[in-house]
């Protein structure tokens, strides 16, 4: 057994003085009432002064900071460091020094923290102790918006923020020559566009560009333009067929294929919710594949197709037209601006859903590419540079200011460029890169017309 003093004790216990053994019989037991002006240790005086001669006078100094204390102190009068303990550490049998109270008690057990976990009293109390063990982990569960919790069950442990939207902003880039961004805008809550682009290494062989827009008021419309950018984009992902090889016969099985791709991305929209709801999941739908530089375009809605080709002398052009109230009136004779600007610009004639229109044919064109870019997007970009000419003008100023001009690059400021102008709805960009091999174009007629695979042939 070793006496202990208590840290609570309201002064530290004396020291005692060395002595003989006082055997089994210490003798008789002291006086229950002493007189304190009277009582006194019970040695002589000239054994005290002996000892006084002998033993200088002691001191602890504290191992945290190096204050030197008297040397019954129990802790650092500087930084509060346990000295009792740290005399035990350094020489392995701590002082003698039994309680005021006669109590006995047991030897306390040393703890040995790992380092940069120490109790503040191990070390000496200077501040908080920093721990490398509560560094947050980088990682996908790491919260964004705080850097400190980490989510769980879909909200951060520390402040309540759900993990971003992967929906929100997204980048695809399958070659060096196709490229977009799919962007929520400024204003909406949830990102309702969605986009599937594929393409081929050598620039110009084959790409397929889909890009839908979930329409506001219908019910997941989010949930209808994936189902349809994915499903259009695996139809169009299949060669087309050439037929006797002519460009015409290619062109329309081109358009065949288009069509296919509609139909099987309206089923898809269908079936993307089970339940009967007032206004079932819908959307828009525009869509371009380029094939040995050749462009064949088609749309559902009010998502476009523009062809921006780089000379001047070319006009730039939308391949293919709207489904909206607002083309009706420029096709009665309304200015655009004031079509495209009017209380009902953005109502859609025709759409994706269960509840579509019985006439789901695409708004077809054919284009053989010069050197340009084709742009598939949504009205979220058009909204605010709606003109074929206008866009081209600001595509090229946009270029220019880039330091390193890729289709994602620009389609990225041309998304930064509309959350500029106001961001109120979402904003998908998708662009090719095509260097061109001449200059035709094949009107939605002639392709339509045009032998397709299959069907008899003269000669």
């Known amino acids: 057994m070793t006496y ?20 089994p ?12 002006a009277t009582s006194a240790p019970a040695t002589s005086e000239p054994q005290a002064s002996a000892q006084a001669a002998q033993a200088p006078e002691a001191s602890r100094e504290c191992p945290a900071c190096g204050t030197a204390n008297p040397a019954e102190s129990s802790f650092c009068e500087a930084c509060g460091a346990d000295l009792v303990v740290a005399a035990r550490a350094a020489t392995g049998t701590p002082p003698a020094a039994p309680p005021s109270d006669g109590t006995v008690l047991a030897s306390a057990t040393p703890q040995t923290a790992p380092a940069g976990e120490e109790s503040p009293l191990d070390v000496g109390w200077t501040g908080a102790v920093p721990s490398s063990a509560v560094a947050p982990a980088d ?31 997204l980048v695809e880039s399958p070659t060096a020559w196709v490229g977009g961004v799919c962007d929520i805008g400024r204003r909406h809550a949830r990102n309702e566009d969605a986009m599937s682009l594929s393409a081929t290494e050598p620039p110009g062989s084959r790409a397929v560009l ?3 827009d979930g329409v506001s008021m219908a019910t997941d419309s989010h949930i209808a333009s994936l189902a349809a950018a994915k499903t259009a984009r695996a139809v169009l992902d299949q060669p087309f067929p050439r037929g006797v090889g002519t460009p015409d016969a290619w062109a329309a099985g081109a358009a065949r294929a288009l069509t296919s791709a509609v139909a099987r991305a309206n089923e898809a929209v269908a079936a ?10 819908s959307c828009t739908f525009a869509a371009a594949v380029v094939e040995d530089d050749v462009i064949v375009a088609g749309n559902v809605g009010d998502s476009r197709v523009y062809w921006l080709p780089d000379a001047a002398e070319e006009p730039a052009s939308q391949l293919g037209r709207d489904d909206s109230f607002a083309q009706e009136q420029m096709a009665a004779g309304v200015p655009r601006l004031e079509a495209e600007t009017g209380p009902h610009a953005h109502s859609i004639t025709r759409w994706l859903g269960r509840d579509a229109p019985d006439d789901l044919t695409p708004h077809l064109t054919t284009v053989t590419a010069t050197s340009g870019w084709l742009m598939v997007c949504s009205d979220g970009l058009w909204n605010y540079c709606s003109e074929a000419e206008a866009l081209r003008s600001l595509l090229h100023d946009t270029a220019a200011r880039l330091d390193d001009v890729t289709p994602t690059t620009v389609a990225q400021a041309l998304v930064d460029f509309a959350n500029e102008q106001g961001g109120r709805d979402n904003i998908t960009v998708a662009l090719a890169r095509l260097a061109g091999r001449g200059s035709s174009t094949t009107t939605e007629a002639t392709a339509s017309a045009a032998p397709v695979e299959g069907d008899p042939t003269d000669g």
């Not at 990682?139 to 929100?168: F, K, M, S, W």
């Not at 993307?272 to 999941?281: G, T």
């Open 210 to 212: 889909v890009v839908c």
């Open 139 to 169: 990682d996908e569960l790491t919260c964004h918006a705080c850097g400190q919790g980490r989510i769980v069950d879909g909200y951060c442990d520390h402040c309540g923020t759900p993990p971003p939207n992967p929906r929100d902003h």
């Open 25 to 36: 019989n210490p003798g008789p037991a002291p006086d229950p009432d002493p007189d304190p």
């Open 4 to 23: 202990i003093p208590t840290t609570g004790a309201a002064h530290p216990a004396p020291v005692p003085i060395p002595g003989p053994n006082p055997g």
């Open 272 to 281: 993307a919710v089970v339940e009967d709801v007032p206004n079932p999941p």
